[in-house]
């Protein structure tokens, strides 16, 4: 159950990734367009200013100082669009990597593709209304830069999950010598429950933590001989015994991958081997899921080595 609800989040996480790299793209055909429109005139010139009589000029001899002005303005907003614009092709295309999405489709450093035939009568824009719809294009960008960064932070939070999740084998070479659940004990030779899954691996072999977490228990404990515990988030607890030599501590941070032992046959045991379990609190729960969280080659049943 937990591995659909796994796989539901996983669709409905890329789900969100292509809506949020669409709305970024929709967003560039809209600037795309405007800009477009007004960067095809021959020059800053051809924008309409009204330009007043002689006789008005002389009354107002501060007309020309404001004008510059307002071109100052223009330039710097187009200045700060354009450091945001680069600042949001890197984020779309790092949000594209992150999501496994096809670059190809979302190539940021295209210009969006556009057309359609002129309608209606041209309305040039004064610069005073260039300017205010720099800013309202800038506010625009801003709020996408937003929930851009969101989406960006959804997609960290999520791949942090999933590592902190129990997903592959312990160890990378070797193979499952005893099942979970009832067997007959290879040392007291009486029919008993086993609480997890043994891997017979070489003597001396790495023990890799299967989920990131922070070791919880490092050291001896009775027919587990040397043991390695890593809690992990949601209560799971997953345990790594018969170790012979544990190289973490208790309460150090693990990443998924890490080396954190080495297979031995440490307490009640017949042969190297990690015994590896999956708990919820005090209770041992089923690791198969787990393990078959990632692809390996196909399991073979033998005789256990491992009283635990």
Do not use: C
């Not at 309460?251 to 080495?262: D, E, H, S």
């Amino acid at each position: 159950m937990r591995h659909r609800d796994m796989a539901r989040a996983s669709r409905g996480h890329a789900v969100i990734i292509i809506l949020a790299v669409l709305t970024f793209s929709l967003t560039g055909v809209a600037l795309g367009y405007w800009v477009g429109r007004y960067a095809a005139a021959p020059s800053v010139a051809s924008i309409t200013i009204e330009r007043p009589h002689a006789d008005e000029v002389a009354s107002r001899p501060q007309a020309q100082p404001r004008a510059s002005d307002d071109m100052d303005a223009v330039v710097v907003r187009l200045g700060e669009m354009q450091a945001r614009l680069t600042r949001l092709d890197a984020l779309g295309e790092r949000l594209v990597e992150m999501s496994g999405l096809n670059p190809e489709e979302f190539d940021f450093e295209d210009p969006p593709p556009q057309g359609g035939p002129d309608q209606g009568a041209v309305k040039d824009y004064t610069i005073k209304e260039l300017a205010s719809e720099l800013t309202n294009v800038i506010a625009l960008i801003q709020d996408r830069e937003r929930k851009l960064d969101l989406i960006q932070d959804f997609i960290v939070e999520k791949d942090l999950a999933r590592k902190a999740l129990p997903a592959g084998w312990p160890v990378r070479s070797g193979y499952v010598s005893s099942n979970y659940g009832f067997r007959v004990h290879p040392v007291k030779k009486v029919r008993l429950f086993h609480d997890g899954v043994d891997f017979a691996s070489p003597r001396g072999a790495p023990i890799f933590a299967v989920a990131d977490g922070v070791v919880a228990f490092s050291g001896r404990k009775g027919g587990y001989g040397n043991v390695v515990d890593i809690r992990h988030i949601d209560g799971l607890i997953t345990r790594y015994a018969h170790n012979s030599r544990n190289l973490v501590k208790e309460g150090q941070l693990v990443r998924q991958g890490q080396k954190i032992a080495t297979v031995g046959a440490t307490g009640t045991a017949t042969g190297p081997h990690v015994h590896f379990e999956v708990r919820r609190g005090d209770k041992a729960i089923n690791p198969m899921p787990y393990l078959r969280s990632k692809p390996r080659q196909a399991i073979a049943s033998t005789g256990s080595d491992l009283d635990s």
